[in-house]
């Protein structure tokens, strides 16, 4: 079993450590907005899971991925518990990259890999699209 541990250090802020001992500051509170709150955090889990999902299978698929960037845009429910209902994540790719290649490693990280979304999955509705970008910068 993993487990986490979480301290309170005042007002709404929290030390959260996770099982491999790395620890972040948390602020439940929006109007002091000091740190990431619980729920922001778990958007950013979808977009670092999909994402890490992505890199490996596009290595294995010999892509050169050259820049990834997801990003995550979410809704709530209007009342307790305020759960996300509506997710969409857009990925943006650069490098020497064959379309069916990206839209594969996504369909894989969407419905078979990524962790997180299949937990959101239970309350959310959950939509892709990629853009592949060319040139540099």
Not at 124 to 131: C, D, F, H, L, M
């Amino acid at each position: 079993m993993q487990t986490s541990s979480v301290k309170w250090i005042g007002e709404q802020k929290f030390v959260a450590a996770g099982p491999s001992g790395h620890a972040i500051v948390v602020d439940s509170d929006r109007e002091t907005n000091s740190a990431p709150g619980p729920m922001e955090l778990v958007l950013m889990a979808l977009g670092a899971c999909t994402a890490t999902d992505v890199v490996i299978v596009m290595k294995k698929k010999r892509q050169k991925l050259e820049m990834l960037e997801v990003i995550c845009s979410g809704e709530r429910a209007a009342e307790p518990p305020t759960v996300w209902t509506k997710l969409e994540i857009l990925y943006r790719l650069r490098g020497e990259l064959d379309e069916a290649a990206v839209k594969h490693a996504i369909e894989l990280s969407e419905e078979k890999y990524c962790s997180v979304a299949a937990m959101l999955k239970k309350t959310a509705k959950i939509s892709w699209r990629y853009e592949i970008l060319r040139g540099g910068a």
